[in-house]
C-alpha cells in the first residue's frame, strides 16, 4: 500500500521556523523525484519545492528562495521541508508528493503563521 504522509506542521510565529517531513512506504522512493505544494486558503494548490531522485538538484518558488530547503534521505523514504523565516502568506496546507511513472501525494499537514 503506497503512503506519504507529512508531519511537523503547526501555528507558529511570523519569523519562526518549521520542518516539515514527508515519510514514504508502498514504493521505490529513492526513484522517484519529490515535490512541496502548498494551498492556501481559497487559493489553488501552488508548487513550493522540488528534488530529484538523487537530491542533486532542487528548485524552488521565488516565493520561498532563501528561506526554505527541501532535502531527503533515501535510506529512510523520507523527504524534508525546512522552512525558517516564515511569513503569515506561507500559511496554508503542506502537501508532498512523489512522482515517477506514477504520482502518489500525502493527505497534507497545516502549517499557520500567525501572531
Known amino acids: 500500500q503506497v503512503q506519504l504522509v507529512e508531519s511537523g506542521g503547526g501555528l507558529v510565529q511570523p519569523g519562526g521556523s518549521l520542518r516539515l517531513s514527508c515519510a514514504a512506504s508502498g514504493f521505490t522512493f529513492r526513484t522517484y523525484a519529490m515535490y512541496w505544494y502548498r494551498q492556501a486558503p481559497g487559493k489553488e494548490r501552488d508548487l513550493v519545492a522540488a528534488?530529484?531522485?538523487?537530491?542533486?538538484?532542487?528548485r524552488y518558488a521565488d516565493s520561498v528562495k532563501g528561506r526554505f530547503t527541501i532535502s531527503r534521505d533515501n535510506t529512510k523514504n523520507t523527504a524534508y521541508l525546512q522552512m525558517n523565516s516564515l511569513k503569515p502568506e506561507d500559511t496554508g496546507v503542506y502537501y508532498c508528493?512523489?512522482?515517477?511513472?506514477?504520482?502518489?501525494w500525502g493527505q497534507g499537514t497545516q502549517v499557520t503563521v500567525a501572531s
Open positions: 508528493k512523489a512522482e515517477a511513472i506514477y504520482e502518489y
Open positions: 528534488i530529484t531522485t538523487d537530491g542533486g538538484r532542487t
